[in-house]
């Protein structure tokens, strides 16, 4: 079978597309970016060929994320400026080492490294904390961590906020569509609807910091609470960098400490 692909948008589109989904006028972006309006409208339009560098600009003033500034780039006739690697690539060595070390020195609590879709890219051992229980076609690669907290035959069953979790994760997840755009999360995201768990538990508890997740004990044991938080890296320059982010769980009530000390 033949699949047809999309012709790719024209530079002036791409350009028009962020500056509506960063509700700007242009008026508003060609100040910020010292260009005139009229030149702003007149790239928008096809009227003029921008130049390689108002492009990293504009991509700048309108914080597109370095994948889709590649893109922008590649639509305007230039070479992509952000490189591309693996985490096993010799120029990432330093960034896996430190991810590693992330991982190890957060034990014994659970931490996952993500991509951009919310796959799992590595984890420490305490994961296991999460998983038990969870059906093994969740825990084949990729994993989704969302797909794998959210669905019925995964964590669901023992989170006993179910509720309330969902609310907060699908909330996360709609504000990360929202700054990028990608189609590939939207999916995701309606994917995940359709999961069981909205109920009177999506009210948060407003003397609460932070939203916890509680699980329910597998098998003999305490209910287990923690809240998250996530790392990114700083001015990263790699595609790849960029998009990834640390999770990290910390106890959220002392019966969770107490049990992991025990």
Same mark, same amino acid.
């Given at each position: 079978?033949?699949?047809?692909?999309?012709?790719?948008?024209?530079?002036?589109?791409?350009?028009?597309?962020?500056?509506?989904?960063?509700?700007?006028?242009?008026?508003?972006?060609?100040?910020?970016?010292?260009?005139? *309006?009229?030149?702003?409208?007149?790239?928008?339009?096809?009227?003029?060929?921008?130049?390689?560098?108002?492009?990293?600009?504009?991509?700048?003033?309108?914080?597109?994320?370095?994948?889709?500034?590649?893109?922008?780039?590649?639509?305007?006739?230039?070479?992509?400026?952000?490189?591309?690697?693996?985490l096993s690539d010799i120029p990432m060595a330093a960034v896996a080492d430190?991810?590693?070390?992330?991982?190890?020195?957060?034990?014994?609590?659970?931490?996952?490294?993500?991509?951009?879709?919310?796959?799992?890219?590595?984890?420490?051992?305490?994961?296991?904390?999460?998983?038990?229980?969870?059906?093994?076609?969740?825990?084949?690669?990729?994993?989704?961590?969302?797909?794998?907290?959210?669905?019925?035959?995964?964590?669901?069953?023992?989170?006993?906020?179910?509720?309330?979790?969902?609310?907060?994760?699908?909330?996360?997840?709609?504000?990360?569509?929202?700054?990028?755009?990608?189609?590939?999360?939207?999916?995701?995201?309606?994917?995940?609807?359709?999961?069981?768990?909205?109920?009177?538990?999506?009210?948060?508890?407003?003397?609460?910091?932070?939203?916890?997740?509680?699980?329910?004990?597998?098998?003999?044991?305490?209910?287990?609470?923690?809240?998250?938080?996530?790392?990114?890296?700083?001015?990263?320059?790699?595609?790849?960098?960029?998009?990834? *982010?640390?999770?990290?769980?910390?106890?959220?009530?002392?019966?969770?400490?107490?049990?992991?000390?025990?």
């Amino acid at each position: 079978m033949t699949m047809v692909q999309d012709p790719p948008q024209p530079v002036g589109v791409l350009l028009k597309h962020w500056r509506e989904q960063r509700r700007l006028s242009q008026l508003e972006l060609a100040t910020r970016t010292e260009v005139s *309006a009229r030149h702003l409208s007149f790239v928008e339009t096809g009227r003029s060929k921008p130049t390689q560098t108002m492009l990293l600009k504009l991509s700048e003033q309108l914080d597109i994320p370095l994948r889709e500034r590649n893109s922008l780039l590649l639509a305007g006739g230039y070479a992509p400026a952000y490189a591309e690697h693996q985490l096993s690539d010799i120029p990432m060595a330093a960034v896996a080492d430190a991810i590693g070390k992330i991982l190890r020195g957060h034990l014994p609590y659970p931490a996952v490294v993500v991509d951009r879709h919310w796959n799992m890219v590595d984890g420490n051992e305490a994961v296991a904390l999460f998983t038990a229980g969870c059906a093994m076609h969740l825990l084949e690669p990729p994993i989704n961590v969302l797909r794998l907290a959210l669905h019925p035959e995964g964590m669901a069953r023992r989170i006993q906020n179910l509720g309330q979790t969902r609310a907060h994760l699908l909330d996360r997840l709609a504000h990360q569509i929202s700054a990028t755009g990608d189609a590939a999360l939207r999916d995701l995201h309606r994917e995940l609807r359709t999961y069981p768990g909205d109920d009177l538990d999506t009210v948060h508890d407003t003397r609460a910091l932070v939203v916890p997740i509680r699980l329910a004990p597998d098998g003999d044991g305490p209910e287990l609470a923690f809240f998250s938080t996530t790392t990114v890296f700083g001015t990263p320059l790699d595609v790849t960098l960029a998009e990834l *982010a640390v999770e990290s769980f910390y106890p959220a009530d002392e019966t969770t400490v107490a049990a992991f000390k025990r």
